[in-house]
């Protein structure tokens, strides 16, 4: 079975840096382009980042597009996402699924983890 279990999320001040992670487990994690998307409340969950099998960058939203890093460990089956210069309208639940920005994300959601961005 295919499971997602992201780590990472806290309570930071504007200006402030977290690094999410997401391990992995149940399938072959090398073989699928990776993404994180996040679901603020009341909003429909959006794509934030993507993330091709070796380790290019598929895609950034533009809202946080020089703050935020997407990267993966390939032997570790992990993916990662490093949140700089973080906003309040950061402020989400983030989660990691199989996929690009150009298909369907593949899979169940997992728990995600709450980011929040607040003074």
């Known amino acids: 079975q295919v499971q997602l279990v992201e780590s990472g999320g806290g309570l930071v001040q504007p200006g402030g840096s977290l690094r999410l992670s997401c391990a992995t487990s149940?399938?072959?994690?090398?073989?699928?382009?990776m993404s994180w998307y996040r679901q603020a409340l009341g909003k429909e969950r959006e794509l934030v980042a993507s993330?091709?099998?070796?380790?290019?960058?598929?895609n950034y939203a533009d809202s946080v597009k020089g703050r935020f890093t997407i990267s993966r460990d390939n032997t570790k089956g992990t993916l990662s996402l490093q949140m700089n210069s973080l906003k309040p309208e950061d402020t989400a639940v983030y989660y990691c699924?199989?996929?690009?920005?150009?298909?369907?994300?593949?899979?169940?959601w997992g728990q995600g983890t709450q980011v929040t961005v607040s003074s």
């Open positions: 993330i091709s099998t070796r380790g290019g960058i598929l």
């Open positions: 699924i199989r996929g690009g920005p150009y298909s369907p994300p593949s899979g169940s």
């Open positions: 149940g399938f072959t994690f090398s073989s699928y382009e």
